[in-house]
């Protein structure tokens, strides 16, 4: 239970990694605000999996790239919690299309970008009022942002390279403040991301290729997530940490 006593906030937190986030640090200790904005029913079974374990959460249902949305989610963790935020993990984001540049138009670039940068921004800036000495803020950036991405990826994979600059610099402004930040950068991990955006063959490919032979899981990158947020990393900062089963490395 190293988290014991802490409030995590987890935005994109109804499904799949970001699910798998809340129930970990749930296990570990922490009340969590599940963050979600069209997975309700997620959101509900997330909540449940989490009272299972003897965790307490709520669920806030926020458009991460509205201001207005962010404050809401703000009010609501005050209003449950209390008034100090010690965990925020940053996992709202998504790809929505593989587009060719001929393809990519304002608007997909706007909703990518809001989505998986700007949402990551003004969320981080909005919750760091909450924070002080101690509190960890792990970011979800990408394989795709080291590597440029598959194909149609560009837009995704360059918002998630702005994620992973991002967190450099911020960890040497909140760094004198006692705030650590770290982002993590899950390779191909088993999700309903892939089922919905990678071919079957692409990923049987990808997987033979890493050195340990299949997919990652969402409870997997949960696990290094919960590490991220402990004072067991407390000298960790800035980093972009590779979680791939060997596929690239830093």
Aim: charged residues 25%; proline residues 1%; hydrophobic residues 40%.
């Amino acid at each position: 239970m190293n988290l014991k006593g802490k409030v995590a906030v987890v935005t994109g937190g109804a499904r799949d990694i970001g699910q798998a986030i809340c129930i970990k640090l749930a296990k570990e200790g922490a009340k969590v605000v599940v963050n979600y904005f069209g997975s309700k029913k997620d959101s509900i079974d997330t909540l449940a999996a989490i009272e299972a374990v003897g965790g307490e959460a709520i669920a806030v249902q926020a458009d991460v790239t509205k201001q207005k949305d962010i404050d809401n989610l703000v009010a609501k963790t005050k209003e449950a919690f209390g008034e100090k935020v010690h965990i925020l993990v940053n996992n709202a984001g998504g790809l929505f299309a593989r587009k060719t540049i001929e393809e990519i138009d304002e608007d997909f670039y706007n909703l990518v970008m809001d989505v998986n940068f700007k949402g990551t921004v003004f969320v981080t800036k909005a919750f760091k009022t909450l924070m002080g000495e101690g509190a960890s803020i792990i970011n979800l950036a990408s394989q795709a942002g080291r590597d440029g991405g598959g194909a149609g990826s560009a837009i995704y994979a360059s918002s998630k390279g702005a994620v992973m600059t991002l967190t450099r610099n911020w960890a040497k402004e909140f760094g004198p403040q006692g705030i650590r930040i770290n982002a993590v950068c899950p390779g191909l991990i088993g999700t309903k991301f892939h089922d919905d955006f990678t071919k079957d063959e692409v990923r049987a490919k990808v997987a033979g290729s890493t050195p340990l032979r299949r997919e990652g899981r969402a409870d997997e990158v949960a696990d290094l997530v919960a590490y991220l947020a402990s004072d067991e990393s407390s000298f960790l900062n800035g980093n972009n940490v590779d979680i791939n089963g060997g596929l690239a490395f830093s």
